[in-house]
């Protein structure tokens, strides 16, 4: 039944009025002493240089797609974990082959430097 | 049990709004890194009837792979576009009549589809249940398929690599 998932919509009421609380309570005690330094976008303490809106390199792409594929192989994974105890050693050696094609792939872009950033 | 369905509608209907605010912000906002932040949006409404229509697989698969890596690819794709970074798009190319018919095509079947439908009621079941369920059909019956998926993953992985290559 959908009435089993509403834990989660608590989950999400709660997870919503903690985020609101917390910046509104901020908002409204903080001190604002706004000066150049602390108005800059926060780039892990490392002073901003250039503007953000610029390309970025098509290498990003790369690891996008190559993520979108692991992604989609962990998918599989997630029905059989479920219950691979029941599955015994059936289950082990089935989800064995899938990987195993799937490490042929990852040799393969290893090989042919995917991994490598130049 | 009536609140139980009560709670549902309301649920849908919200969850329904969410992903046509969304929709509506990905066809509209002229910057398209905000208009794929709107797609994301419209994704997770469409989860969220995944969760309310039970199914609940797919409504992790859809947060996983759509709004986990494809949203990843769409923004990557915007991002090292030139022209897109810098400027405000036009929402509209030469090709939108084309697109707004293929658009009408595509509504009409699924309406077709819709109506002249039998919609079997799904029988009461707990949800546990299901995703192991699939598990097991899918190390038994659907064996084949399964391993045909690894297959397919490999010509991907290979396919990408190569056209990245060149």
């Known amino acids: 039944m959908p009435i089993d998932y509403l834990p989660i919509l608590v989950m999400v009421v709660v997870v919503v009025a903690f985020a609101a609380i917390a910046l509104t309570l901020s908002s409204l005690t903080g001190p604002r002493h706004p000066t150049a330094a602390k108005l800059e976008p926060y780039e892990s303490g490392m002073p901003p240089f250039g503007s953000a809106r610029r390309r970025i390199s098509i290498k990003y792409y790369l690891t996008a797609v190559l993520f979108i594929l692991f992604d989609i192989e962990i998918i599989f994974f997630y029905p059989w974990a479920v219950l691979f ?21 990852y040799v393969y872009v290893w090989r042919k430097g995917g991994f490598n950033w130049d | 049990m009536l609140t139980s369905q009560f709670l549902t509608y ?18 509209t906002l002229r910057n398209l890194v905000r208009a794929a932040l709107g797609l994301i949006l419209s994704f997770m409404g469409v989860a969220g009837i995944y969760f309310v229509l039970e199914a609940e697989f797919v409504a992790i698969v859809q947060v996983i792979i759509y709004i986990g890596a494809i949203s990843v690819l769409i923004l990557f794709a915007i991002m090292l576009t030139r022209g897109l970074m810098t400027s405000a798009a036009s ?3 030469s090709q939108w009549i084309g697109a707004a018919f293929v658009g009408m095509l595509m509504f009409a079947v699924l309406f077709f589809v819709a109506i002249t439908t039998n919609w079997p009621l799904a029988q009461p079941h707990t ?10 059909d899918l190390v038994t019956t659907y064996l084949l398929p399964f391993e045909a998926v690894s297959l397919l993953l490999l010509a991907a992985l290979i396919g990408a690599i190569v056209i990245a290559r060149e």
């Open chain 2, 127 to 136: 949800i546990s249940d299901l995703i192991p369920r699939l598990g097991a």
């Open chain 1, 85 to 105: 105890r029941q599955l015994k050693l059936f289950g082990l050696v089935e989800m064995g082959v899938f990987v195993l094609i799937l490490l042929i792939g």
């Open chain 2, 91 to 93: 929402t509209q190319n």
């Open chain 2, 10 to 27: 309301v649920a849908f209907f919200v969850l329904s709004a969410i992903a046509l605010i969304g929709a509506f912000l990905a066809v």
